[in-house]
């Protein structure tokens, strides 16, 4: 499938540093895997949206898009499962 680009919007850089320390590494380890698998096994895409994805991480959620032809994905926002919804 080829290797792709990630690359983290600043909401999401925000996101982890709200984040319990001890849930960063893992969080960081399963968003840096989806560079050689975007679309993983636990990735969901997001109703009402055409481009946004998400993958499940413990109790996390992280919200991204898939550019095919750049082979770039873009981290939007790593949030708890109970906001991560919410506008």
């Given amino acids: 499938m080829g ?8 909401s999401a850089v925000r996101d982890i540093h709200n984040i319990d320390r001890q ?4 969080i960081i380890r399963a968003v ?6 975007p679309f993983p ?3 969901l895409k997001i ?4 481009e946004d994805y998400r993958i499940r991480i ?3 959620r992280a919200i991204y898009q ?4 750049s082979k770039v994905i873009i981290i939007y ?4 499962r109970k906001h991560v919804y919410r506008k």
């Fill in 3 to 10: 290797s792709y680009e990630i690359q983290w919007k600043s």
């Fill in 23 to 26: 849930q960063i590494q893992k």
């Fill in 32 to 37: 840096e895997s989806l560079a050689d698998n």
């Fill in 41 to 43: 096994r636990n990735y």
């Fill in 47 to 50: 109703q009402g949206s055409e």
């Fill in 58 to 60: 413990g109790d996390y």
């Fill in 66 to 69: 898939v550019h095919t032809r």
């Fill in 77 to 80: 926002h790593i949030r708890h």
